[in-house]
């Protein structure tokens, strides 16, 4: 019955949007040992709903409508990574290190993750 309800609701929100305009949404959960870290993806309406439900169910993470947060972001960029984990294909997710991460841990989880590191 839950799993009812809540294709009716994700329904009816794309139903009310267009779902093809891609939003920032994220899940916090950890990347590669590493705890202190927020995953954006750029996707539409639909493609959150298979998202969050890997990052809530697969990653037992938290899943969110809004980009991460800048607030005590590790400065010095983000890991660039495909976003397969969320079962999207051709997507990449900016993954994001928050303090007191420091820079070269955060280099370290991306580099061991498969991604790569963006300069910022």
């Given at each position: 019955?839950?799993n009812l309800?809540a294709a009716?609701?994700?329904?009816?929100?794309?139903?009310?949007c267009?779902?093809?305009k891609?939003?920032?949404m994220?899940?916090t959960?950890t990347?590669?040992?590493?705890?202190?870290?927020?995953?954006q993806l750029?996707i539409?309406s639909?493609?959150?709903?298979?998202?969050?439900?890997?990052?809530?169910?697969?990653?037992d993470?938290?899943?969110?409508?809004?980009?991460?947060?800048s607030?005590?972001r590790?400065?010095?960029?983000?890991?660039?990574?495909?976003a397969s984990?969320y079962?999207?294909?051709g997507?990449d997710v900016?993954?994001?290190?928050?303090?007191?991460v420091t820079?070269?841990?955060a280099?370290?989880?991306c580099?061991s993750?498969?991604g790569?590191?963006i300069g910022g």
């Amino acid at each position: 019955m839950r799993n009812l309800l809540a294709a009716v609701v994700g329904l009816a929100v794309l139903v009310a949007c267009d779902p093809t305009k891609k939003e920032d949404m994220s899940c916090t959960a950890t990347f590669e040992g590493v705890s202190d870290v927020c995953s954006q993806l750029r996707i539409t309406s639909a493609e959150g709903v298979v998202a969050e439900q890997k990052c809530t169910g697969d990653l037992d993470g938290t899943w969110t409508t809004n980009p991460c947060t800048s607030t005590n972001r590790v400065a010095g960029g983000y890991c660039k990574v495909e976003a397969s984990q969320y079962s999207l294909s051709g997507t990449d997710v900016k993954v994001y290190f928050y303090e007191p991460v420091t820079l070269e841990a955060a280099q370290a989880a991306c580099s061991s993750g498969g991604g790569t590191w963006i300069g910022g």
